[in-house]
Each structure stands twice: as C-alpha cells, then as structure tokens.
C-alpha cells in the first residue's frame, strides 16, 4: 500500500506464490493508471496500464484491478520470482496524460528463493 | 539511441554551486519528462517538453530549477546554487506523443549535494 512516512512499506513472498500490491490514489478525476517497477539503481520500467473506463487488465503475469468506489488499485504478479523483487509504484493522471503521473511512494517487494 | 540516455550517471557538488543533468531521449521520441525521487520516495513530476509546444512547468519545484530541450532532441536540467535538499536521483523519460503512450525511463542522474 501507499506509505505515509519515509519507510517503503515491504511485501515479502515466497517464490512461486502469488503478490499482490495496492496502492490507494488521491484524485477521483484520475481516469489513467500505471504500474511501474523500479530495480535498485535502475529507473523505472512501465508493468502495466489501465483507462478509467475499464476495472480489469491483463499482462503477462500481471493483472492490474481498478475500483474506482473506493479509489484503490492493486498490482497481482502470478508465480512470483526472484526477478520481481524491486519496488513497485503506481502513478495516476488526469486526462490520460503521461506529462504530470503522480506517483504513489512504492512498495518493495522482496521474493525469498 | 537504444533508450533513454542520462548524464553524469553521479555526481557530487559542493552547495551553492550550479549543476547540468543531461539527458538524450529515445529518437523519434517527441515528448520528454524530467521527474525528482529522493531517497525511498515516490517521483516528483518536474517539466515536460512537448515537440514545440510550450513546456508544462508546473512541478518545478523553485525559480533555482530550469530545463531547456533543443527540438525533438537533448535536454538539460540545469540547477542553480545548488541545496542540500536537491540531493535526489533526476530521472529522464521520453515518450512517442504525449498522451496514451509508454514513457521510457533513463537511468538517472544521482546527485549528492555536500
């Protein structure tokens, strides 16, 4: 989830397990999401996007929900492996703009072998 | 280029001094976004430049802060009499248009200010 302070909140799987990541957005206008995954040292890497008018996408592995009642997104990684650890973070805009994403603070995910 | 390119990759300053963060989008690209991430943080929208629209500005956090992008092509983030408070990594991405596409990230820049 969305962290308050300056601490990531961290999320720790065993590998193979299912992950799910949430995040809580902050514009009831936002109709454009996005997840990103950020290796250490590394910028960031788009995972998957989703429009306002849909509460349901799939990738490869991933599946982004979206509920818009509530304001809240979550990531799910199916058969997580070690090569997911990194930090995830989800982005909003208005508009489907890509210009002004705001993003969320992140969450790591640490995958144990 | 292959993706987005940042320079320096590191770099250290003494405060007060002036630093440029450059950055070489993906070719053909014609939308490009700086963005801020301290430390454990989230990313901070910075500017935007769009072909030759005029840049979106709004994040840019003090009047210290500017950036300049030469058409389509490279960019630089310039910061005056640096502060502390500008330690942080500056991220570059780049983009195929503005709206609806994939924006690529660079590496960042990482800046320490002492």
């Known amino acids: 989830g969305e962290s308050v302070g300056l601490h990531l909140p961290t999320l720790s799987v065993q590998e193979g397990d299912n992950s799910i990541i949430n995040c809580a957005y902050s514009n009831s206008a936002s109709d454009y999401f996005i997840w990103y995954k950020q290796e250490s040292g590394k910028g960031p890497q788009f995972i998957i996007d989703i429009r306002s008018n849909m509460d349901k996408r799939q990738g490869q592995r991933v599946t982004v929900l979206l509920n818009k009642t509530v304001k809240h997104l979550s990531l799910q990684i199916a058969a997580t492996q070690p090569g997911d650890s990194a930090v995830y973070f989800c982005?909003?805009?208005?508009?489907?703009?890509?210009?002004?994403?705001?993003f969320g603070k992140g969450t790591k995910l640490s995958v144990k072998p | 280029g292959a993706g987005v390119s940042q320079s320096p990759s590191n770099k250290v300053t003494e405060k007060g001094k002036d630093v440029e963060l450059r950055c070489d989008p993906i070719?053909?690209?014609?939308?490009l976004y700086w963005y801020r991430q301290r430390l454990g943080q989230g990313l901070e929208f910075l500017i935007y430049f769009q072909g030759n629209s005029a840049p979106d500005k709004s994040g840019l956090p003090s009047d210290r802060f500017s950036a300049e992008r030469t058409g389509e092509s490279v960019s630089t983030l310039t910061i005056q009499r640096t502060q502390q408070e500008d330690s942080a990594v500056y991220l570059c991405?780049?983009?195929?248009?503005?709206?609806?596409?994939?924006?690529?990230f660079g590496e960042g820049s990482w800046l320490t200010v002492v």
């Open positions: 991405a780049s983009s195929l248009v503005w709206s609806g596409n994939t924006i690529y």
């Open positions: 982005a909003e805009s208005i508009g489907g703009s890509q210009g002004n994403l705001i």
């Open positions: 070719s053909g690209h014609t939308a």
